[in-house]
């Protein structure tokens, strides 16, 4: 069984500020990770993903997320928030074969300040 | 065009009422997904069919039926609705093969009064 972690449903950054919404996971097999971003009133859209190979993940919008094993971790970061990145962030894990079920985290909403 | 597509998009309706939300996706995948978001933004799969069969039920009411009439399409069919089957509800669809992510729909809020 997978679960994920979001730390902080809530998060504020000004304008051009790093921005760092975090994610520890759970998983008894080796994971496949995601972050998602759901604007007001639409769906989720896939933001980037890790699967195998470079741990060091980049994805739309400047948006990257590095999987740490050790920590258990899957932070997304981004180095100059914009006010259009204010939306709902959800990490995500499913595992691999017959587990392949998509598990969300409980999301967090990022807004920006001018 | 749009890759997965879900109607109706509001869905307003009494208590009792048997309401259905049809999803049809054009990404030749093998695997769809309905998913349950709460008023707190949380979400939970409900229901998952690869191929047309059933593979993941998770614990619904049973006034929640799905219904995949080709791999191409999942319906949500609610019988007997109740106030706190208010949410908002998203198809999404995923290729069999892990990794690649779901694609979701936009969604389809339903408000049950």
């Known amino acids: 069984a997978q679960s994920v972690t979001q730390l902080g449903s809530h998060v504020s950054v000004s304008e051009g500020a790093l921005v760092l919404l975090r994610c520890n996971y759970s998983?008894?097999?080796?994971?496949?990770l995601f972050w998602y971003v759901q604007y007001p009133n639409q769906g989720l859209q896939l933001l980037l993903k890790?699967?195998?190979?470079?741990?060091l993940v980049k994805g739309i919008n400047g948006f990257e997320a590095e999987f740490k094993k050790s920590e258990t971790s899957f932070h997304l970061t981004k180095p100059s928030a914009h006010m259009s990145d204010a939306a709902e962030y959800f990490c995500?894990?499913?595992?691999?074969?017959?587990?392949?079920?998509?598990?969300f985290g409980s999301g967090t909403q990022l807004t920006v300040l001018p | 065009d749009t890759a997965v597509s879900q109607t109706p998009k509001y869905l307003v309706t009494q208590m009792g009422n048997d309401k259905s939300i049809k999803c049809e996706q054009n990404l030749g995948h093998d695997t769809m997904y309905w998913y349950k978001q709460d008023s707190k933004k949380f979400l939970k799969i409900m229901f998952s069919y690869n191929n047309k069969e059933l593979i993941i039920n998770e614990t619904v009411p049973n006034r929640f039926s799905p219904k995949s009439p080709d791999k191409a399409h999942l319906n949500l069919h609610i019988n007997s609705l109740e106030l706190g089957d208010s949410a908002v509800y998203f198809c999404a669809s995923s290729q069999d093969q892990t990794g690649y992510g779901y694609t979701f729909g936009s969604g389809t809020r339903l408000t049950v009064v």
């Open positions: 998983s008894s097999v080796p994971p496949y």
């Open positions: 890790y699967t195998t190979g470079a741990t």
């Open positions: 995500a894990v499913s595992g691999r074969g017959s587990a392949r079920q998509l598990t």
